[in-house]
């Protein structure tokens, strides 16, 4: 079908679509309505479930393309991308989309490369002109955004998660499954181990609603704790900035901004956190920002929505009763 | 074992880049030009394994106009063996994939084991160039390593990828491409030895044509660049904590609608 927009399925690695992969195909299925087309879920895995493929007619998949094999996992590029662009020139699809993830934003550069044709890597909003589309995306750190377009079809993305929309849940949609018969190759890396990460028990940084971030004002690792707490009651993620990170207080994995990670949640809190450009590329698209910083020129009160001047000490424990509170009633 | 690093000149991260009077770029008038740091971090680490096996070469490369050479200069006051600037019109205004296919030719040409990136460049944060090599040389690769070592018998390289919640080590068959997280491992500085000798070291142009390349066009193409639209003005809450505190979990709750 010649309007139909993919979008790569992000599994737990046990057979349920990741919520990412519904914002992904809530965009992709406004997008292809303009065009007379249709959203199309693809999921290459080892082993999917009834309730994932349920799952992705309700986000609105119009059809699933189920690739199930023992090659498929762990996610490995070699494998999947010749897999993948085999089924997409069998089918002549308008465009591929993915979910900045560990694997997706890998497989959409490397399958772009194998088609030839254009991505655009960490999508924030698509616009369709003309019957092309045009992708709009951060650069220079969030300094600036850059519209750009292709100059032929399939269209190649990756979206930034936390970022689009989830279409309404068409309950009780039943998925149209296909299951193609591609070659998929053995590939040539083993998986030797995977060294899980102690499991905080908190929602995973890119995919959280909420985050807590602490700095250098932290003062210590130890006082992290304080913001777990916090994080607890709220359902946050905690996350660090680089002071924090390159003094050994918390793991590189949780660092924010140009040199960590790119967030995008409802509500970031920040703790002891100056707000320089470096750490503010990472977390300036976050739909509401607070700060407390004891500091009142400290430069992130200059994006924050919401500012307490103070010793976070003292207003981060506070912070937290006064949530229980709320979430109790 | 000979080690390729590709690296990138961009704006340093505290420039505050404007748009040009071409909008589909940036202003680069008065811009201070670093070596993308993550490419620091893939520097240090082709270093390290050569320092570690006693003998090899590590070779930086950059596609960029005139003053990345600067960059490369960079690379070889860190102890990088030699460089190649892939520098030509036919390269200006390039996308990923041009650059890429310029990237894989002149691999192909070297030949190397091991081309060691930085997960992405901090100017444009595309991050797709280490895997769209790596597919056009056909290729294993890993992303965003956290850890590697090469085996004993060097024909083979164990690297831990950095994956949602995990680290995920594979075994993978050389040749291959690697991209470096932050965290693999503190760069180097260059010494003052070391920046008198870059000056010595080779810096080896390199044309389309030496690649057997032709132009082949943008597949992506740049409409123009835009500033962020403002965010709306912040408030500050004021007064003691305790208050300010119920005050800004009310706004969050009631205004905000954030919790
Ligand atoms: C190439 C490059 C890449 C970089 N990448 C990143 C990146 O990805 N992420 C990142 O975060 N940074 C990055 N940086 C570093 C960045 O420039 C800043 O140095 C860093 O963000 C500062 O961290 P901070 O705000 O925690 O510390 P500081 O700037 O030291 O700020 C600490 C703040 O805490 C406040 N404070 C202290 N005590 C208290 C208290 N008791 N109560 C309340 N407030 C208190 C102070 O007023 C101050 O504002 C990068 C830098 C470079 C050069």
């Not at chain 1, 979910?99 to 490397?110: D, F, G, N």
């Not at chain 1, 190759?185 to 899980?196: S, V």
């Not at chain 1, 607070?290 to 500012?307: H, L, R, S, T």
């Not at chain 2, 070596?35 to 270093?47: G, H, I, M, Q, R």
């Amino acid at each position: 079908m010649a309007s139909a927009f993919w979008c790569i399925v992000e599994d737990d690695r046990a057979g349920r679509p990741k919520k990412v992969t519904g914002e992904v195909l809530g965009e992709a299925a406004r997008l292809a309505r303009q065009l007379g087309g249709q959203a199309e879920a693809v999921w290459l895995t080892d082993k999917a479930t009834d309730e994932g493929l349920k799952q992705l007619a309700e986000w609105g998949a119009a059809r699933v393309w189920l690739l199930e094999n023992p090659a498929l996992a762990p996610y490995r590029g070699e494998v999947w991308t010749p897999a993948l662009a085999e089924l997409a020139t069998q089918h002549g699809v308008q465009a591929i989309f993915g979910a900045v993830t560990a694997r997706q934003r890998e497989l959409l550069a490397r399958l772009a490369a194998r088609i030839g044709v254009g991505l655009s890597a960490d999508s924030v909003a698509f616009s369709l002109q003309d019957g092309k589309l045009v992708a709009t995306r951060p650069v220079y750190a969030g300094k600036l955004l850059s519209k750009v377009t292709w100059s032929k079809p399939p269209w190649l993305a990756t979206l930034r998660p936390n970022v689009f929309r989830l279409e309404d849940p068409k309950t009780g949609a039943t998925p149209q499954v296909e299951r193609p018969a591609v070659a998929i190759p053995q590939g040539t890396m083993t998986l030797a181990e995977r060294k899980e990460e102690a499991s905080t028990g908190l929602p995973e940084l890119a995919e959280a609603d909420i985050v807590v971030s602490g700095g250098r004002g932290m003062k210590g690792p130890e006082n992290f704790a304080i913001l777990e707490e916090l994080a607890k009651v709220v359902g946050a993620a905690v996350g660090a900035s680089r002071a924090a990170v390159d003094a050994g207080w918390r793991p590189h994995r949780f660092q924010i901004g140009q040199t960590g990670r790119t967030i995008s949640p409802k509500l970031y809190l920040g703790f002891g956190i100056s707000g320089a450009i470096q750490h503010l590329a990472g977390m300036r698209t976050s739909k509401i920002i607070v700060a407390v910083n004891k500091d009142p020129e400290a430069p992130i009160f200059k994006v924050a929505d919401f500012g307490i001047v103070g010793d976070l000490f003292e207003v981060a424990p506070l912070l937290t009763q006064e949530f229980k509170r709320l979430l109790e009633k | 074992m000979k080690i390729l690093v590709p690296v990138k000149q961009v704006p340093d991260t505290a420039t505050q880049v404007k748009i040009g009077a071409d909008p589909k770029g940036i202003d680069t008038a008065g811009i201070t030009w670093i070596v993308s740091p993550y490419d620091e971090y893939a520097l240090e680490e082709a270093l390290r394994i050569k320092e570690k096996q006693g003998q090899g070469e590590v070779v930086a490369v950059t596609v960029g106009p005139e003053r990345a050479k600067e960059a490369l200069r960079s690379c070889l006051a860190m102890g990088a063996d030699r460089a190649l600037h892939l520098s030509d019109p036919a390269w200006e205004n390039a996308d990923s994939l041009t650059v890429a296919r310029a990237l894989a030719a002149v691999i192909k040409q070297e030949a190397p084991p091991l081309v060691l990136f930085g997960r992405q460049a901090i100017d444009d944060d595309m991050g797709a160039m280490p895997a769209q090599v790596a597919d056009l040389l056909g290729w294993p690769c890993a992303s965003w390593i956290m850890e590697e070592t090469i085996s004993e018998d060097g024909k083979s390289v164990r690297a831990g990828r950095q994956v949602e919640g995990a680290l995920e080590i594979f075994t993978i068959p050389l040749p291959c491409v690697l991209s470096a997280q932050k965290g693999l491992n503190e760069p180097r500085y260059p010494t003052l030895k070391g920046i008198m000798g870059a000056k010595k070291k080779e810096i080896k142009d390199v044309k389309a044509a030496d690649l057997g390349l032709a132009a082949d066009g943008a597949q992506l193409l740049v409409v123009a660049l835009e500033a962020l639209p403002p965010r709306p003005p912040g408030r500050i809450i004021p007064g003691e904590p305790a208050e300010a505190v119920k005050e800004l979990v009310r706004s969050l709750r009631e205004d905000a609608k954030a919790i």
